[in-house]
């Protein structure tokens, strides 16, 4: 079985040759698990389309990011649509080789559940987890695998400490409970909002130097400015605060990143383009901190 497509263009319709890049775009098409809407599939192609429609030089940032980094897209992992372990496998195998090639990997979901299978391509991680939700039930719907336990997973890998959520404002009871018990450190959308420059201080004291791998699920913005997502929360994030929260966290040991939870189907135009721009503050953050080594 074909275990990557090779898609061209790729992000922003800029392929350099894998070997000289330093950012590796990888699209993880899966959509196994939805509990309402579905359409995952679709997500990576729709990100890419946007991202070839909006300008590579970023004000906010005061440069070009294709003039500062070595871009490229490996294409598309191919899911086995009744195979979650397989294609998780398949999602480790290439994360693990963008990493070993020493590349930053940006991936293009998909389904949240993938971030539990890219993160076990690192070592001594810290995780940030932007999301509506918390993603903390041990099974959901007979499912111990899946996009509402995928936060839960990760803490089977990594310590209750290593995991910081933002964004958060649905969970339940039991989810809560647990999140008390472990000590989770999560700020509310409500806080963030509030107070930026607060949090992310905190969150640089968290971290320190260690490795950050960012999982931006995209309902962590209001319904408003991205409703084509798979389970919308409403009382989110403008756009403008997840930007300005992006680029807070150049002083981070960032190593890798996933954008999720986006389903075309139900897309007005607005979301792919807010996925897209997401990637392109990523890479902006990336750039200068190029900039400044």
Request: some cysteine.
């Amino acid at each position: 079985m074909e275990e990557l497509i090779r898609i061209s263009p790729g992000f922003g319709g800029f392929d350099f040759p894998y070997d000289k890049a330093e950012v590796v775009f990888l699209g993880i098409p899966l959509d196994v698990t939805s509990s309402y809407r579905a359409g995952y599939r679709f997500a990576p192609a729709k990100i890419r389309e946007a991202s070839a429609n909006l300008e590579t030089y970023l004000p906010e940032f005061g440069l070009d990011v294709f003039e500062t980094l070595n871009i490229t897209d490996m294409g598309d992992v191919v899911p086995t649509p009744t195979d979650m372990e397989s294609t998780g496998e398949r999602i480790k195998k290439f994360v693990s080789r963008i990493v070993k090639d020493g590349k930053f990997p940006i991936l293009l979901g998909g389904e949240h559940t993938l971030t539990y299978f890219s993160i076990q391509a690192f070592d001594d991680l810290f995780l940030i987890h932007l999301d509506a939700h918390r993603d903390l039930r041990d099974e959901y719907l007979g499912d111990r695998v899946c996009h509402a336990t995928v936060a839960r997973r990760v803490l089977d890998l990594l310590e209750a400490d290593r995991l910081i959520q933002v964004g958060i404002r649905s969970c339940s009871k039991e989810e809560a409970e647990y999140a008390k018990t472990k000590k989770i450190k999560s700020f509310s959308s409500a806080e963030l909002q509030a107070s930026i420059a607060r949090i992310v201080s905190e969150v640089k004291q968290t971290v320190a130097s260690h490795p950050v791998y960012l999982t931006i699920d995209l309902d962590v913005l209001d319904p408003a400015f991205a409703p084509a997502v798979a389970t919308p929360e409403p009382g989110g994030l403008t756009v403008s605060e997840l930007f300005t929260f992006i680029r807070e966290l150049r002083d981070l040991n960032l190593v890798g990143c996933d954008i999720v939870e986006f389903v075309p189907p139900y897309d007005n135009g607005n979301t792919a383009f807010v996925a897209a721009k997401t990637a392109y503050h990523v890479l902006g953050v990336l750039s200068l901190k190029k900039a400044t080594t």
